[in-house]
């Protein structure tokens, strides 16, 4: 299915095959950055970007806290701990996690529009 | 005499009373009738006015007043066509303009009268004063001062406001070699000031990451050391230190994607070879000072701007 750039994120977990790990009621996204170094994504990531990734730290918190990301993609299966997804509802941070690998889910995000 | 437990005692009326004039309180200007005029037209004007005394004046020259009960007795006794110059109060008691209002009151008592001509210094008429007219001021100049002691109040609170958003934050943390379930405490913290502080968000993001991977670089890196964060009215202030052990090449540190970082740290996904590069990236002012088995400092400052849309 096709969505806005300024995506729903309902939209973009129905791409992906993907289940939120916290209340993902309304979150907005625009563009996608997929990375796995985390000062790469203080450096590069823009604000409003979903982030895929396969770091599953606490970390991957701070820097979507810092960076201003709404949300996250955990690729290839993988979720975090109970303690950091509690950390990113107290930050009010999405966490989403979906089967596929980060190749696939972005080739499906970009099909979905998910692109400027 | 007075003690100094008496004078506190002392309320705002009283002093209000003392520190008012007659000419402060008095209706002005005077509502006057001529002597040539009926008492009825005289009756209408107290009714026009609301007013329950009239001074009779030909020119400058007060000749007497008719009040209230000048009419009644007019009434009753019909001779209400009668001109004013015959019924009259002559010989009428005044007061001057500049008496206190205590002296006003002291007068009232004395004289039993309901109002009292006010004349200036130079005996012209300017005005009646009654004993509405004292309470009528009190009242008005008593909201007045309220108003005066809550506007110096809210403008007290405000400036103490002020103070607090200009006061001087200071965030320090000791930070631990591959403590890395610790990192960004720091630089969380410094994010809810400078939210709170209605910072731009480009901003708040540049103090942030600076401050993160200040944390990061600690933990990954050195022996233990410390990040210190300082939040001015107009910048962020940023310092590092550790115990070592130094970083050999600075120069080449500072190139982006060399990094000395071992395996664990690269598996969280940290060692990408470019914290340092970052954090001069997002730095208004960025120095570092290192050397092989030295302590490592690093200084960053962050200029701090409102956000535009800030109301």
Redesign the interface.
Known sequence: MKFETNAKLTAVLLAIQATPLTSTSETNVQGCYIS?????V??HAQ?GMLWA?V?I????V??A????IPAVLFTCGRKPDANVIAEAEEEGITLLVTPLTTYEAAGKLWQAGLHE | MVSAGDARKITIAQVLVYELRVRDAMSKPPITALPSDSLREIQKLMKRHKISGVPIQLGTKLLGIVTIEDIITALDQGHIDDLAEKRMAQGVITIRDHFSLVRAVAEFERHGFGRFPVVDSADRLVGVLTRGDITNCLMHQLEKRAEEAIAFEAAALASRAGDDLARRIVIRAPVRTGD??S??KV??RL?QVLRERGID?DVR?RA??VA??AE?NIIIHSLGGEVTVAVDSDKVVIDATDVGPGIEDVNQAMQEGWSTAGRLPRE????????L??MK?CSDVFEIKSGNGQTTLVHSEVFLRKAASTP
């Open positions: 796995d170094l985390l000062s790469d203080l450096a604000p990734t770091q730290h606490r970390n991957v701070s820097v806290a810092t960076k201003d | 890395y379930d990192a960004g630089s969380q994010r968000p993001r942030a990451i993160y991977e990061t969280l996904g940290f060692g990408a070879g470019m914290g590069p970052n990236k």
